[in-house]
């Protein structure tokens, strides 16, 4: 990705987690990544197409993420290891999860995609865990998920990361 291609889609970034996607123009991004407008056009043809670009980004730092949890042997150690996901969270990564939950919220837009591979994963661990319902226990993890990364986003100095990561520990051991 070129160094032009990658401002314009921080840029994106920065302006839809802080503004929300429907009230940012296109021209805004533009005059933020030091770019002409058309040149957003040429290489993503609208703000829908940069949207879909930086979702693309996200999901591959999900990927890349979730390989390091998925050869842990122990399904217990998984489970962990992807609950523990909001807490070790790049304060860099904020603005894409800002964006991904202002979008839940205000377009009623829930990517799907992104969450099936560690979904797929808990429900194998919690299977081999032997655990009644593991799809349930996976949307209920799942959940919990969502409100950590919320936590640990909005309450970032005020919330004690630590003593919820240790009790959390001792959920699924």
Do not use: C
Request: proline share 3%.
């Amino acid at each position: 990705m070129t160094a032009k291609r990658k401002m314009i889609l921080n840029s994106a970034l920065q302006l839809f987690a802080s503004k929300g996607f429907d009230a940012v123009p296109t021209s805004l991004i533009a005059k933020n990544a030091a770019v002409s407008e058309g040149l957003i056009f040429r290489h993503y043809k609208n703000k829908q197409g940069l949207l879909t670009a930086i979702m693309e980004v996200g999901r591959e730092k999900v990927n890349e993420g979730m390989k390091e949890i998925l050869v842990l042997e122990k399904p217990e150690d998984r489970i962990t290891a992807i609950m523990e996901v909001p807490f070790h969270m790049e304060e860099e990564d904020y603005p894409f999860w800002k964006l991904m939950y202002s979008m839940k919220w205000n377009n009623e837009v829930y990517d799907d995609e992104m969450s099936k591979p560690i979904k797929g994963a808990l429900i194998d661990a919690l299977t081999k865990m032997k655990y009644l319902d593991p799809e349930g226990e996976a949307d209920l993890i799942m959940a919990y998920m969502d409100g950590f990364v919320t936590t640990v986003i909005l309450k970032k100095d005020i919330v004690d990361k630590e003593r919820l990561l240790n009790t959390l520990r001792k959920k699924y051991k």
